[in-house]
């Protein structure tokens, strides 16, 4: 057992106070004068011992009062805790009715926010699992056998391998995907009309190098981009502030102009040369590719991978979500020893104060009921 608050330990010396008390309230001896004594020389009286009346209530108040500063010292109890039941998860999509069976025994959840119980409704989630899985190996004490079934292919995966810190039980379970990905449509450029011809014929050059057959047609004087695509402005001078305003909504503008210095660096030549610039403004992004838009006289627009680049940059792939859930299971990494949890017996201590202090009061009653009017 260790004490949180030794200083609480202080309140031991509120033990004077029954000691006091027991003293003050001695049945006092009343001298009685004889008539054949009084000539008698006098002697000396003998030394009396000290000796306490009721002496179990004192007992009694002097284990409350220690009981009192016990609770303000607030101890706690180390050591190993009781063995944990074993626990097992399961990811929304499965029959947990028919993976359970007729087994009432372990814990069974579903692997979703909050782990409820599978006798509830399966929950609608889209968190990923292998977060989930984190979050429940961080809350599970150590020890707890872990046993875990999910769909195969799995879904939700992020971008590195599951670590754990206990051995899990990973179970796959085929189950059939009725829904393939369908990646994204590359990004459409939206030049304005009276964009120079040279940086129009570099940016429509651009759109087929990204697989779009029919490049947009140029946007007329005042016209805005459609939502999801991203506006050119191939001059050097400031956007308008109606493109300003469609960029702050949340449009991304591609501007031939020098970035800011709050602008963060998006792509660099092979070389490391600094291209592409991205900054946020507002909810929008700003991206600053300066220099002129013209192949003759740029030759960074001339690099055979300058379109893959951008693209990647502008438009970057989503990254797999989907894949064979054997390969995937958690492995066990090397974390350190966590430190055993401490378990403060608040409840036990209250409950022995509420009963100290019903016996001291039922006592001292009594005593009173004792002393001869």
């Known amino acids: 057992m260790n004490l949180l608050f ?12 029954p000691l006091l008390i027991h003293l003050a309230r001695r049945h006092p001896y009343t001298p009685l004068d004889f008539a054949a004594l009084r000539w008698l020389r006098a002697q000396i009286r003998p030394r009396q011992r000290i000796r306490f009346d009721d002496w179990p209530l004192l007992l009694v108040r002097m284990v409350l009062l220690a009981a009192l500063a016990l609770l303000l010292a607030r101890p706690a109890l180390t050591g190993p805790a009781p063995v944990p039941a074993a626990w097992t998860v399961v ?109 129009q014929h570099w940016l429509h050059a651009l759109q087929r190098a990204w697989a779009v057959q029919a490049p947009p047609a140029p946007l007329a004087a005042g016209a805005l981009p459609e939502p999801g695509e991203i506006g050119t402005w191939t001059r050097n001078d400031a956007l308008p502030p109606a493109w300003q305003a469609w960029l702050r909504d949340g449009g991304t503008v591609l501007t031939a102009a020098k970035p800011t210095a709050e602008a963060a660096v998006l792509l660099r030549s092979p070389e490391g040369t600094p291209l592409l610039w991205q900054q946020r403004i507002g909810h929008g992004r700003l991206l600053s590719l300066p220099g002129d838009w013209d192949i003759a006289g740029n030759p960074a627009l001339r690099d055979p991978g300058l379109p893959r680049s951008l693209l990647l940059a502008l438009h970057p792939p989503p990254p797999p979500r989907l894949a064979d859930a054997a390969d995937h299971a958690p492995q066990h990494a090397a974390l350190p020893a966590a430190t055993p949890p401490l378990r403060e017996p608040i409840a036990w201590l209250l409950l022995l104060i509420v009963l100290l202090f019903a016996l001291e009061r039922w006592m001292a009653s009594s005593a009173r009921r004792r002393v001869p009017a």
């Open 6 to 17: 030794p200083l609480g330990l202080a309140a031991l010396a509120a033990w004077l106070l």
């Open 91 to 199: 990811a929304p999509g499965l029959d947990a009715t028919a993976l359970r069976g007729t087994a009432e025994d372990g814990n069974w959840h579903w692997l979703a926010p909050g782990f409820p119980a599978v006798d509830q409704a399966p929950p609608a989630s889209t968190a990923s699992l292998p977060s989930l899985l984190r979050e429940l190996d961080a809350q599970l004490p150590a020890g707890t056998v872990l046993t875990v079934h999910v769909p195969d292919p799995q879904p939700g995966l992020d971008s590195a391998r599951l670590q754990l810190s206990r051995d899990v039980q990973w179970k796959p379970h085929p189950l059939t995907v009725t829904t393939a990905a369908v990646a994204a449509p590359p990004p459409r450029l939206r030049v304005p009309a009276d964009a120079p011809g040279a940086a």
